[in-house]
């Protein structure tokens, strides 16, 4: 599993986070747990594999965001109550 992290400017609100969560979704039909700050300016998911940054940008470019960057790296389950 890759978690992505986008950098996104111009989110203002909460429908904001929604439509950059539909294109990514869009964009990466196979991406899980997505979800998006407008307070911290970004955007995260994981998948099965790296996505394809062309792809990720475009598709956010075209709902009226910009993505400032993109990184990708092995995700780690996070295991509770296990020392």
């Known amino acids: 599993m890759v978690k ?3 950098k996104i400017d111009g989110m203002m609100c909460g429908m904001c986070e929604a439509h ?3 294109a990514i979704r869009k964009a990466v039909p196979e991406a899980k747990k997505v ?3 407008h307070t911290k300016g970004e955007s995260s998911f ?3 594999t790296e996505p ?3 792809v990720l940008k475009d598709a956010i470019d075209k709902t009226g965001y910009t ?3 993109q ?3 092995p995700y780690k389950k996070k295991l509770f109550g296990l020392f």
Do not use: Q
């Open 4 to 6: 992505t992290v986008l």
């Open 46 to 48: 994981i998948c099965e």
């Open 35 to 37: 979800a998006s700050s």
């Open 52 to 54: 394809d940054p062309a």
């Open 20 to 22: 950059v969560n539909d």
């Open 67 to 69: 993505v400032l960057s």
């Open 71 to 73: 990184k990708s790296e």
